[in-house]
């Protein structure tokens, strides 16, 4: 192994922003085939350079490698460098992004191959890549940050790639209002830090915290839940998570890259990335625990009846990145990464596949329409069926692992909280099982529910912009099958890279991990509580247990008794409809926040500042200005003697002053 | 010898005439011979004064003035033509097109 150039780090997240400025100068002159070449090799070349860069931390026991000192912020008392970090927790985000991006890139280029703006699609994906890579890659809070809004960025553009559609267009401008909101508490944080620590770079607040271990709580607690917030909008939790179901507008590939496997995930690495800040404050790693373990039941139960395959998948996310959070707060940053990791195979799997499906079914995405389709496309049927089992937590299966891994150390966090998350968790665990068996079902069982040729009536109402090829069901091509193929096998054997020691392995992936989340003192904990392997594969027994029920529960009402769930859903309407309704959320938010927003705005902020005072200022003030120059207008009287005459007056005037005016003076 | 109020009272009556004219009159040359009796009032308060303090400055400073005016008389003239040969006219009130 050649000693690696640092330099070379710069490539990766500048290749795809070379992408994006050919694609998106050039891409509207450019072949489809040129677009799609340019997009690939934009996205291939920094996969290998992770791959390189991966073998050179192994080979030579790196624990980390900067690049870039250049001081691109300078004041007396803040400096920030335009500096990239690059240390094992990078390199896992970094092969997700660039390796899930790369395939997802493919897939596009045959799921977008009737679309109108395709190079603007490639254009967009890329310029996500950049941000995202920037993202993982940057080693302060403020580059950091420009990542975070980038893909913000990129994401609206993407949900918004239907821009002529109404619902598109809100759903982007939605996404993109939540997450300010979010990137207020991440604001906050940054200057919290400024002010406490002078500076934004990893290494140097955490070392300042590292130095002083008397801190607790205090003003690490304010950043803490400041940075909570930023996570939360980012990554789709409660009380930010609503934007994440109507992202679904977007284009499938662009649901399964961005809202499912990699800008979603970046609360996550960001609260990982922090973990020395949130160490130190127990009240926020409990409330990132709450959070999470909420988000996680609250999504999952709404997506037990969603009938839109993808926004089945939607709630799906955010249920699983609820799972994150609430490993991250119980302290086991690895195994959050870890099932990051897992879930952005088996995630991207099945957003990938039922983007198949839908292009399969020219468009159709309710699978209340769908049924049957085990048969007609064989390959999208069994690449889902392996990210099926993955969620769902199988055993051997990827999901089975990270999942397994949380609930464990959820269970073994000290107190009664944590017996509660895992409870919360486990029947989380047996929704998740539950609703994606039904999407399953649902999609790949029973009698076939669609029009086999749709011709041309779908053509108007198609939703996912798929233009109707007009032949009935087929399975898709091999660029988009060969990305399902590969994820599918990564949802399958990936989490082989973590078995845990009670299961014979060797927990590779914590130690890959460990120089990151070293000093992490709940990972202490769990080793020396010494509850040894038997409460593990006690535990991991009881989640395999939920799963199964699960897909046993799916089974009854989904396959064998396909009128049940319509009866059971008839008897218990109230439950039904809450969950139908998403528990009233977004009408709740839409009369409680965005309605007295919208009235203070039009009424008191428009109609009474901008209008009112504002205009009505400027109004009198121009009045005011144009009646005195109508009165001063007449002393221009054009008449050359008058001039004279004020000019004389004024003579006098000052000759009269400088005479008397000592005398005047006095007097007054 | 004569007082110098003479001489004051001789240059305030003159100017006076000079500022009474300037603001009366129309015709532009009587307005130009107007200001040349103010120039020529003040003229003479200063060769007065210095003969009073026995010092050079204002005599020197009237050279300075005859100077300016004849230099003014020249360019003057030399618009008040170019207005007569344009408007035909030598009123100032008939010369206002600069005026809204």
Not at chain 1, 415 to 420: D, E, K, Q, S, T
Not at chain 1, 637 to 644: C, F, L, P, T, V
Request: overall charge positive; charged content about 10%.
């Amino acid at each position: 192994m050649t000693p690696m150039s640092p330099h070379l780090i710069w490539f990766i997240p500048l290749l795809p922003f070379a992408g994006f400025l050919v694609n998106g100068l050039l891409g509207r002159r450019l072949t489809r085939n040129a677009v799609t070449g340019v997009a690939l090799f934009c996205t291939a070349l920094p996969v290998a350079l992770v791959l390189w860069l991966t073998a050179t931390f192994r080979a030579e026991h790196l624990l980390s490698l900067t690049t870039g000192h250049h001081i691109w912020i300078q004041t007396s008392s803040l400096q920030i460098a335009f500096a990239l970090a690059v240390d094992h927790l990078t390199l896992v985000m970094l092969a997700v992004v660039t390796g899930v991006g790369f395939l997802i890139h493919i897939y596009s280029a045959g799921y977008m191959a009737h679309e109108e703006g395709f190079w603007r699609f490639f254009a967009y994906l890329n310029l996500f890549m950049f941000f995202m890579l920037t993202l993982v890659l940057s080693a302060n809070f403020l580059l950091l940050f420009v990542g975070w809004e980038g893909v913000g960025l990129a994401s609206y553009l993407l949900i918004g790639f239907y821009f002529t559609k109404d619902s598109a267009a809100n759903a982007g401008k939605k996404a993109f209002i939540v997450n300010r909101i979010g990137d207020f508490g991440f604001l906050l944080a940054m200057f919290l830090m400024i002010a406490h620590f002078g500076s934004l770079s990893f290494g140097s607040v955490f070392a300042q915290i590292g130095m002083a271990p008397q801190l607790h709580g205090g003003f690490l607690t304010a950043i803490a839940l400041c940075l909570v917030l930023g996570a939360a909008g980012k990554s789709a939790q409660i009380p930010l998570y609503i934007w994440l179901p109507d992202a679904m507008e977007g284009p499938t590939p662009v649901s399964a890259l961005i809202h499912a496997a990699t800008m979603v995930t970046a609360g996550i690495y960001m609260v990982a990335r922090c973990h020395a800040i949130f160490d130190r404050s127990a009240l926020a790693l409990a409330v990132v625990a709450i959070i999470g373990a909420l988000t996680a039941i609250f999504a999952a139960s709404i997506g037990m009846v969603q009938t839109d395959i993808k926004r089945v998948l939607a709630y799906s996310t955010v249920s699983q990145l609820g799972y994150m959070f609430l490993a991250c707060g119980v302290g086991a940053y690895s195994a959050a990464i870890f099932h990051l990791l897992t879930h952005a195979f088996f995630k991207a799997l099945l957003f990938l596949a039922a983007g198949s499906v839908i292009h399969a079914l020219s468009g159709e995405q309710d699978m209340r329409n769908m049924g049957g389709l085990r048969h007609r496309i064989p390959v999208t049927f069994w690449t889902m069926t392996a990210g099926v089992f993955a969620i769902a937590g199988f055993p051997g299966f990827s999901g089975f692992f990270s999942k397994d891994e949380i609930l464990y150390r959820t269970f073994m966090h000290p107190g009664a909280m944590g017996v509660v998350l895992w409870a919360v968790g486990l029947l989380t665990a047996f929704m998740t099982a539950f609703y994606m068996f039904r999407l399953w079902y649902l999609t790949f069982f029973g009698a076939q529910r669609f029009e086999d040729h749709p011709a041309h009536a779908h053509e108007a109402g198609h939703d996912d912009g798929q233009a109707a090829h007009g032949h009935g069901v087929h399975e898709s091509p091999w660029i988009m099958l060969a990305p399902l193929v590969v994820l599918a096998i990564l949802s399958v054997c990936g989490g082989w890279i973590g078995i845990p020691f009670a299961l014979g392995g060797n927990n590779y992936f914590e130690h890959f991990l460990a120089p990151v989340f070293a000093g992490n003192v709940s990972r202490q904990m769990v080793e020396t509580a010494g509850t040894g392997h038997g409460m593990e594969l006690l535990l991991a027994c009881v989640s395999v247990l939920a799963a199964v029920l699960g897909l046993l529960v799916a089974d009854y009402f989904y396959r064998r008794r396909p009128d049940a769930a319509a009866k059971l859903a008839l008897s218990l309407r109230g439950l039904h409809s809450t969950l139908v309704h998403k528990y009233w959320v977004d009408e709740i938010y839409a009369k409680v926040i965005v309605m007295p927003l919208l009235m203070l705005g039009r009424y008191v902020l428009f109609y009474g500042v901008d209008l009112g005072v504002i205009g009505g200022g400027t109004s009198a003030a121009a009045a005011a200005s144009r009646g005195a120059g109508g009165l001063l207008r007449r002393m221009q009287s054009g008449n050359i003697r008058s001039y004279a005459g004020w000019l004389a007056a004024g003579a006098a005037i000052l000759l009269a002053f400088t005479i008397f005016g000592r005398g005047l003076l006095h007097i007054l | 010898m004569v007082p110098i109020a003479y001489y004051l009272v001789l240059a305030a009556v003159l100017f006076s005439i000079g500022v009474g004219s300037f603001l009366i009159k129309r015709n532009v040359i009587t307005i130009f011979m107007s200001i040349e009796l103010m120039l020529n009032a003040v003229n003479l308060t200063f060769v007065a004064f210095a003969h009073m303090w026995g010092n050079l400055n204002g005599q020197i400073f009237v050279f300075f003035v005859m100077v300016v005016a004849a230099a003014e008389a020249a360019v003057g003239l030399a618009i008040i033509i170019a207005i007569f040969r344009t408007r035909e006219t030598l009123s100032v009130d008939q010369v206002n097109l600069l005026k809204l």
